[in-house]
Structures are given as structure tokens and as C-alpha cells.
């Protein structure tokens, strides 16, 4: 069973910078797409950005495109999550996530099997 543990959060100014960090316990088959996703109180879970470990290709929903960009490091089994010119809008509770299949478009929340536990970015005004 992976676990995954979310760390980087934390309270930023509008404009600032914060990096999230993902660290997967293992690696397995059922892990192709790592995903970082979203949820402010009182709305859903929104999909920020994937990547693929194979490749690296990536995607990002269009409210973070140009702002955030994701990456990993393989030998450290570990996926960021780089936000930059962070606005109050972005303040949420960031996940993030472990899918089986290739596709990194169209994600939703029910297309990844793993979550960690979450870590809270409030940006301040």
C-alpha cells in the first residue's frame, strides 16, 4: 500500500511563493501519474496539475497554468508542486495523488486511487 505525505505548506503573501513536496513511500506499476489537486472550504476537489514519471509530461488546470509547475525526481520517489505569484484565490487544502493509467488530461478526482493527507496554503491579501 503507498502512502503519501504532503509537505510545503503554509501562510504566504499575495504574489509569494510556495513549494509543495509529495513523497511517496514506494513505487509501484499502479503509480504512472502523480496529481496534485485542491479543495477550498465549501467547494470541490479541483484538479491543479499532473505529471508523468515515465516522462515527464505534464498538465495543469487552467486557473494555475503560467503560475505553477509540477515536477519530480525519480530516485526520490518524490513529486513538487512549485506555485508561483500565489493569489488568495489559491488558498486551499492541496492533495496529492497516485493514478494507474498513462492519460495525464481530463482528470478527476476518481481517476486516482492513493491520497495523502493533505497540507493547507492560505494566501493572505
Known amino acids: 500500500q503507498v502512502q503519501l505525505v504532503e509537505s510545503g505548506g503554509g501562510l504566504v503573501q499575495a504574489g509569494g511563493s510556495l513549494r509543495l513536496s509529495c513523497a511517496a513511500s514506494?513505487?509501484?506499476?499502479?503509480?504512472?501519474?502523480m496529481g496534485w489537486f485542491r479543495q477550498a472550504p465549501g467547494k470541490e476537489r479541483e484538479f491543479v496539475a499532473a505529471?508523468?514519471?515515465?516522462?515527464?509530461?505534464?498538465s495543469y488546470g487552467d486557473s494555475v497554468k503560467g503560475r505553477f509547475t509540477i515536477s519530480r525526481d525519480n530516485a526520490k520517489n518524490t513529486v513538487y508542486l512549485q506555485m508561483n505569484s500565489l493569489r488568495p484565490d489559491d488558498t486551499a487544502v492541496y492533495y496529492c495523488?497516485?493514478?494507474?493509467?498513462?492519460?495525464?488530461?481530463?482528470?478527476?478526482?476518481?481517476?486516482?486511487?492513493?491520497w495523502g493527507q493533505g497540507t493547507q496554503v492560505t494566501v493572505s491579501s
Open positions: 495523488a497516485a493514478k494507474r493509467g498513462g492519460l495525464i488530461y481530463g482528470l478527476g478526482p476518481a481517476d486516482f486511487h492513493s
Open positions: 514506494v513505487r509501484t506499476f499502479s503509480m504512472n501519474v
Open positions: 505529471i508523468r514519471w515515465s516522462d515527464g509530461s505534464t
